[in-house]
């Protein structure tokens, strides 16, 4: 982790297996920055992710209808889609852009956790 911080919100998000989810991230263009076993902080595109392990005494994570959600907001939409394609939601969570104004992606992360990265359409170059 940089040794000037930087200035933001950033998602902590449990998981029900932590290590599991650690190469999600990393296929996602994010790097492990810090953190201990059981909190794992992951850097990458501008942005952190925060990650916990879920179960006794933290956060439990529904095996159903996980509530939680990720927006990563970059221009770089395209390079994080095409990086794992295989994980977009089909067919609502296809790359487009959208009727509220941002071109953007859905992506099925671990638990079931929704990750979207997106940037305002009218700032996508044609």
């Given amino acids: 982790m940089s ?15 932590l290590p599991n989810a650690i190469p999600f991230w990393e296929r996602l263009g994010f790097a492990r920055a810090g953190g201990s076993d059981d909190y794992v902080i992951m850097a990458g595109w501008g942005c952190e992710v925060h990650l916990i392990q879920a179960g006794s005494g933290a956060w439990r994570v529904p095996a159903e209808h996980n509530p939680f ?9 395209d390079a994080i889609a095409a990086r794992v394609d295989d ?13 509220w104004g941002l071109y953007e ?3 099925a992360g671990p638990d079931g956790l929704l990750v979207r990265v997106g ?3 009218a700032r996508v170059r044609a």
């Fill in 105 to 107: 992606v859905g992506i």
């Fill in 119 to 121: 940037w305002p359409s």
């Fill in 69 to 77: 959600g990720v927006f990563i907001r970059t221009p770089d939409v």
């Fill in 87 to 99: 994980l977009i939601i089909r067919p609502g969570g296809v790359l487009r852009h959208r009727e």
């Fill in 3 to 17: 040794d000037t911080p930087s200035i933001g919100a950033f998602a902590i998000v449990p998981s029900n297996d």
